[in-house]
C-alpha cells in the first residue's frame, strides 16, 4: 500500500469518539495571577508615589 493510499484511507475513516480530558481545552485552567492588587508590589509603589 503506498502512502497515498493509506491517507485516503485514514481521511475516510471517521475521526476517533472525544475522550474528555485529551484536549487542553479539557484541562482546568489556572487561576489566573494577582495583578493589580494592593499587595502587589508595582500597584503599592504607584500608591505611595501618588500619596
Known sequence: MSALERARR???EP????VPGQLAAD?????PA?????????????QETEA
Not at 15 to 18: D, K, L, S, T, V
Not at 27 to 31: D, G, K
Not at 34 to 46: G, K, L
Open 34 to 46: 494577582p495583578h493589580n492588587t494592593p499587595d502587589h508590589p508595582t500597584e503599592r509603589h504607584a
Open 15 to 18: 475521526p476517533p469518539p472525544h
Open 27 to 31: 484541562l482546568p485552567t489556572p487561576a
Open 10 to 12: 485514514l481521511l475516510d
